[in-house]
């Protein structure tokens, strides 16, 4: 099932990390249903097991889907090349999220490539993570449908930057068109800090550690109490 997209309100990210008790499909699943259930309009999970997993137990949810890998030849590793976009894909997936900044691709893939056969082929809506005003407007004007934050402070371009991408947020905002959703991810800690993407210009924030990061708080937690 793939659902109609609308990207809007919250969007918990659903994911834990490797060697986590959490990233057991049936957790990730548990947790993905408890979001739903208490108002969120969608989810973000990672790698194909786990977005199946939520569609069996969820059907009716809405899902973006992204598998990481990582690749000795390229930085990217969020979806990153045309075998992780269609696995996603039939994993059952409703929309895709992919690197669409410039970086180089493993084995020389283009952006513009995978996004069109993502099109043509596949017919699938796509979220395009970017970290750049450049790389947001490049990425609608390629064809991806929504727009994301997710990459603003880890690529190397702008890792002297730390999310929330409060400034970008509204220049994406002018320079898009209305009809891309833009999406606010990254660094959102508090509600009060998801409102404030909203009234900035987002049309839904993705929230992750705050909500799902239960390896990252608790460690946290534990740093800050010595």
């Known amino acids: 099932m793939h659902a109609t997209p609308n990207a809007s309100g919250l ?28 108002g969120a309009s969608g989810v973000r999970l990672e790698s194909p097991e786990h977005i199946g997993a939520v569609r069996r137990r969820c059907p009716e949810a809405l899902i973006i889907g992204l598998w ?18 269609s696995a996603v894909w039939a994993a059952g997936a409703d929309v895709i999220a992919l690197d669409a900044t410039e970086r180089h691709r493993p084995e020389g893939q283009e952006l513009a490539d995978l996004i069109s056969r993502a099109k043509s082929e596949l017919g699938a809506p796509l979220m ?25 402070g880890y690529t190397e371009a702008t890792a002297d930057l730390k999310p929330p991408a409060w400034e970008l947020i509204p220049q994406l905002r002018s320079a898009l068109p209305a009809a891309v959703g833009l999406i606010c991810e990254g660094g959102i800690a508090s509600a009060e800090q998801a409102r404030r993407a909203i009234d900035l210009g987002a049309d839904a924030v993705v929230v992750g550690t705050a909500i799902t990061g239960i390896d990252l708080q608790v460690a946290a937690y534990n740093r800050a109490l010595g």
Request: one cysteine or more.
């Open 68 to 85: 990481k890998r990582t690749f000795a030849d390229s930085p990217v590793y969020i979806t990153p090349g045309w075998h992780e976009i």
């Open 11 to 38: 969007i918990v990210s659903v994911q834990a990390p490797e060697g986590s008790p959490l990233r057991a499909p049936d957790v990730i699943a548990a947790m993905a249903e408890a979001s739903l259930r208490k």
């Open 128 to 152: 395009a993570d970017i970290d750049s005003l450049a790389n947001g407007r490049r990425a609608a004007e390629l064809g991806c449908d929504w727009v994301g934050t997710t990459l603003f």
